[in-house]
C-alpha cells in the first residue's frame, strides 16, 4: 500500500510538473481593467493583449518608485516603438494634483493612471505597497510580478524576446 501511495504521489507530481513546463508563458492572466489617465483618456488593458505591458502601482512619497521613475521612462523610450505599453498606476490616496506635479517635474514620459478608486489596484490583486509591478507577455499573461524594485535584467530579458 505505501509504495502505491508514494507511486502515486510521483506520478501526481511529475504531472504537476508537466503541466507548468507546457504551459503558455505565465500562469496568471492580466485583469480585463479600465485604467483612467491623467490626461482624462482610458486605458482599456484588454485591448493591449498581443503587446507586452509594464504596469507599476506607485505613490508620490514613495522613494523607491520615484527612483524607478529614470528606468521606466528609458525602457519607454527604447521599447515604445516597437510596442511595449509602460502604465504607471498612482495609488487611490495619491491627490490627482500631486501625482501630476509629479508627472511634470520628473518628465514622465509614459501613460499615467489614477486609480482613485481602488478598482485597479483591486483587480491586480488588492495591491497595498509601492513600488508594486507586473509584467504582461503579449498574450495577456502575468510573467513577472514583484513588490520593491524590480530586477531590471529579467524585465529586459523578456522585452528582448518579445520585441
Not at 505597497?129 to 524594485?149: C, D, M, W
Amino acid at each position: 500500500m505505501r509504495d502505491l501511495l508514494i507511486g502515486a504521489f510521483v506520478m501526481v507530481l511529475l504531472g504537476g510538473l508537466l503541466a507548468l513546463w507546457l504551459a503558455p508563458e505565465g500562469l496568471r492572466p492580466m485583469p480585463r481593467v479600465v485604467v483612467p489617465t491623467l490626461d482624462q483618456s482610458r486605458v482599456d488593458l484588454a485591448s493591449l493583449e498581443g503587446r507586452p505591458v509594464l504596469i507599476t502601482f506607485w505613490a508620490t512619497t514613495c522613494v523607491s518608485c520615484v527612483q524607478e521613475i529614470p528606468h521606466l521612462r528609458e525602457l519607454h523610450d527604447r521599447y515604445h516603438e516597437r510596442g511595449l505599453k509602460v502604465i504607471g498606476v498612482a495609488m487611490a490616496y495619491d491627490p490627482p494634483e500631486q501625482v501630476a506635479e509629479m508627472a511634470r517635474r520628473r518628465g514622465i514620459n509614459y501613460t499615467v493612471g489614477l486609480d482613485a478608486t481602488g478598482e485597479v489596484a483591486a483587480a491586480f490583486g488588492d495591491v497595498r505597497l509601492t513600488p508594486t509591478s507586473f509584467l504582461i507577455a503579449p498574450n495577456g499573461r502575468i510573467v513577472y510580478q514583484k513588490v520593491g524594485e524590480m530586477d531590471w535584467q529579467q524585465v529586459e530579458r523578456h522585452l528582448s524576446r518579445w520585441l
